[in-house]
Structures are given as C-alpha cells and as structure tokens.
C-alpha cells in the first residue's frame, strides 16, 4: 500500500513539474513588447548604421530568458524591389518557431515564402546583443516578420570555440 501511495505522490510530482515547465516554456517567459518596437529598421548597403523603413501594425513578443526569442510582425508598403536595391540581402535565414499563440509569425510559412523567392531576408541589425542579429523578412505583399539569430560570433561563444578577435567584446553591446 506505501509503495502505491509514493508512486502516486511522484506521478503528480511529475505532471505538476511537467505543466509548469510546458506553461513557462511557451507562455510565462514571453511578454507582448509591441509598444516598445516603435519602427523596423534595417542595414543599407552603403553603411553599418540601420535606418528605419515604412512599417505599421508591429506587434511583438519577447523574453528576458534568451536574446533569440523576438519576433514581430509588421505590414509595410515598401516594395520588395526597393528594399532589396537598397538594403542587405541575406542569402540564407531560417526563421525561428513562435509559440503556437503568437498567431501572426508562422516560421514554417515564412521559411517556405523564402525558398520559393516570394520574401527576402534583410540584415536588420548587426548585435542587438552579443553574437545575435535583428532578421527582417517582407514578403511581396507587404507582409513583414522579424526574428533574432545567432551570428557567427554568437555560435562561436555559445558552443565553446574561442571566439577570436574580429568578434565584438561582450561589453559593448
């Protein structure tokens, strides 16, 4: 009968302990920022300096817990010919899964509008935190997401390499 007894206790321990982290893992750590991005800005490929574009209706979530959880979504009514003459294009960006209530971003629908040419990927901003870049999507719509990656610097410090000298000093970010 004891045996019963703790094997209950550990299975409820369990499905307790399992709920919370599924709960913080997809809800608890995220908090709406839309009031805090007011502008999507990005790389031209005549400096390093990020100026802002058209963009209306952002809305966006993010986390303290890690500096690659933003995402946002936007509508602007540049088009994809403009952007692309005069910003930096990415050659490769995969863009990052959003928790399922974040209805806006769907990273599987975004990944599939990059490979078929129907969205480009722009060079947002280089180091918005140590080894991690802003990436802006606009598809040809008008449609706009935004998500952080890991640079190369960023992969490098996270996995263990020695980072190196053409890397950014953690402090000045």
Same mark, same amino acid.
């Given at each position: 009968? @004891?045996? @019963?007894?703790?094997?209950?206790? =550990?299975? $409820?321990?369990?499905?307790?302990?399992?709920?919370?982290?599924?709960?913080? #893992?997809?809800?608890?750590?995220?908090? *709406?920022?839309?009031?805090?991005?007011?502008?999507?800005?990005? %790389?031209?490929? !005549?400096? #390093?300096? +990020?100026? +802002?574009?058209?963009?209306?209706?952002?809305?966006?979530? *993010?986390? *303290?817990?890690? +500096?690659?959880?933003?995402?946002?979504?936007? !509508?602007?009514?540049?088009?994809?010919?403009? $952007?692309?003459?005069?910003?930096?294009?990415?050659?490769?960006? %995969?863009?990052?899964?959003? +928790?399922? /209530?974040? &209805?806006?971003? &769907?990273? !599987?629908? =975004?990944?599939?509008? $990059? #490979?078929?040419?129907?969205? $480009?990927?722009?060079?947002?901003? @280089?180091?918005?935190?140590?080894?991690?870049?802003?990436?802006?999507?606009? !598809?040809?719509?008008?449609?706009?997401? =935004? /998500?952080?990656?890991?640079?190369?610097?960023?992969? @490098?410090?996270?996995?263990?390499? =020695?980072?190196?000298?053409?890397?950014?000093?953690?402090?000045?970010?």
């Amino acid at each position: 009968m @004891k045996g @019963k007894i703790a094997a209950l206790v =550990i299975l $409820l321990a369990a499905l307790v302990a399992g709920g919370a982290l599924y709960y913080l #893992q997809v809800y608890g750590f995220y908090e *709406d920022v839309s009031a805090d991005v007011a502008e999507v800005r990005l %790389t031209p490929l !005549t400096s #390093q300096t +990020p100026e +802002p574009i058209l963009a209306e209706g952002i809305t966006a979530i *993010d986390a *303290d817990s890690s +500096p690659i959880r933003f995402r946002a979504c936007f !509508t602007t009514s540049a088009s994809l010919a403009m $952007l692309s003459e005069t910003y930096v294009v990415l050659d490769r960006a %995969t863009p990052r899964n959003a +928790p399922d /209530w974040f &209805d806006c971003f &769907d990273a !599987t629908a =975004i990944a599939a509008a $990059l #490979q078929a040419g129907t969205a $480009l990927a722009f060079l947002g901003e @280089k180091n918005v935190a140590f080894g991690v870049d802003r990436i802006v999507a606009v !598809t040809e719509d008008g449609r706009g997401y =935004i /998500w952080h990656e890991l640079n190369d610097c960023g992969e @490098k410090a996270y996995d263990g390499t =020695i980072v190196g000298e053409e890397c950014p000093r953690r402090d000045e970010n």
